[in-house]
């Protein structure tokens, strides 16, 4: 059964620094793409950022670019988002998801809250 | 960036009823690559539909997506009572990705 589990969210003071983990397993981790897909609660999705599966290649949202970070550790099954200078805007639940080519996407995690305050 | 515009905002029904949600997009959407999402309360989406009409793995066939280039739908041909949810439609066809802001589909 393919799990992803996030963690690492909380609360943080603007200006600060978070950094996300989110766990897989059921499938072959190292041959996916994955993607960070945040949520401010009540409202839409909006895609955050993306890394392909040897990590070699990223790309982010406009939003967070220069400021957030997503890596992978293939040996540890994990994606990580660091998140640096956090803004009240950043505020949200954050997803991973796993990366399909026909589908975009297919499994998400639970998602894990990001609160942005002082 | 293609923005994805739902309507309507609020679909209030009945279990039984057909419901039509509609997603459009600022521009075309390159091969069609048009996702349909469900979401629950404190859940992550789920994905429905993808390829503009093709069912995911699991999804009931009362769930159907049909368009190209810049108009899709989503039917759910007969509501259950789990189908009271918000739908989110997705464009992956180009770079970055982009949702439109849902439509609430709730029990009238």
Known sequence: EVQLVESGGGLVQP???????????????SSYWMH????????????????NSDGSGTSYADSVKGRFTVS????KNTLYLQMNSLTAEDTAVYFCTRGVAVSG?????????VTVSS | ESVLTQSPGTLSLSPGERATLSCRA????????LAWYQQKVGQAPR??????????????????GSGSGTDFTLTISRL?????????????????????????VEIK
Not at chain 1, 16 to 21: A, E, Q
Not at chain 1, 105 to 113: A, F, N, S, V
Not at chain 2, 26 to 33: M, P
Not at chain 2, 80 to 104: L, N
């Open chain 2, 26 to 33: 600022s521009q075309s959407v390159n091969n069609n690559y």
């Open chain 1, 36 to 51: 960070w897909i945040r949520q401010v609660p009540g409202k839409g999705l909006v895609w955050v950022s993306r890394i």
């Open chain 1, 72 to 75: 992978r550790d293939n040996s």
């Open chain 1, 105 to 113: 996407t297919d499994y998400w995690g639970q998602g894990t809250l």
């Open chain 2, 80 to 104: 259950e009572p789990e189908d009271f949810a918000v739908y989110h439609c997705q464009q992956y066809g180009s770079s970055p990705w982009t949702f439109g802001q849902g439509t609430k």
């Open chain 2, 47 to 64: 994905l429905l539909i993808y390829g503009a009409s093709s069912r995911a793995t699991g999804i009931p066939d009362r769930f159907s």
């Open chain 1, 15 to 29: 200006g600060g620094s978070l950094r996300l983990s989110c766990v897989a397993s059921g499938f072959s981790f």
